[in-house]
């Protein structure tokens, strides 16, 4: 989505300065659309890097292997995956995403 992040960056920059009476163009833009991207690329290769160390990519399938009321309002569930192959370890920070299919609207909606 760096794409259109840029544009929609340099387009609010554009407008901020035609507020001022400062015109964006030249140089002057093309110094930021140049430090955009330098600034892009580094996040590009890091996002890469961290892909590579992924345990998988893209969605993997799960199943509720036990779920647990821990109270009136809380209930824990514990997945395991289908394909039976282990997760790593946990670490700090980490989330899940979740994907469910809704007919309704004929696409998949994604949840962090």
């Known amino acids: 989505m760096y794409n259109v992040v840029g544009e929609y960056l340099l387009e609010a920059i554009t407008e901020v300065l035609k507020e001022a009476g400062t015109k964006f163009e030249g140089p002057l ?48 569930f514990y997945l395991a995956p289908v394909d039976g192959s282990q997760l790593p370890p946990y670490k700090p920070g980490l989330y899940i995403s979740v994907q469910l299919a809704v007919d309704e609207l004929g696409y998949k909606q994604s949840r962090q």
């Open 29 to 76: 833009k093309e110094a930021w659309v140049r430090g955009y991207w330098n600034i892009a690329y580094l996040l590009i290769d890091r996002e890469a890097q961290l892909y590579k160390s992924a345990a998988w990519l893209g969605w993997k399938s799960f199943k509720v292997a036990k779920r647990v009321k821990e109270s009136e309002d809380i209930t824990s």
